[in-house]
């Protein structure tokens, strides 16, 4: 891990980051739109550095605390969401999806949710590469028929 990051250069990497399946929205922006008595703390576990972010929101009609745990890379410029708690009760990746979906909503973005994994790399992720081939695939037949039209 690089010796020069600092708890608030975590913090802002999570803060000024964004979600895979929430694109042009930063971090940050979304929980203020969504949560009240926001904080952020780094947890040093082993060799491993977190970003605990909590807030409190309301979920089924009931006040609630939320804990969204941030794992940081090795290289300390890239993370990926580690585990996600309603009060005590740690969420799956359907119900976290759900939760993001709700703070997507409440800050004016939309879920991507065929772009997101809980917690995978996106290189080797067939869930987050959906689509990507047929994205591709169309692009070469484009190329194809303007081969064609010449």
Known sequence: M?????????????????????HDFKIGELFESFFDNINYNVVREE????VDFTGEAICDDEPCTILIRFKIDDNGDEFEVNKVKVNEDILDEEETLDLLDDIAFAGGAILDDEDYCYNCDAESCEHCMHGLEDDNDEDEEDDDNDDENK
């Open 47 to 50: 060799n491993s550095i977190y």
């Open 2 to 22: 690089k010796e020069e990051n600092t708890d608030e250069s975590y913090i802002g990497l999570i803060c000024n980051g964004e979600f895979n399946a929430i």
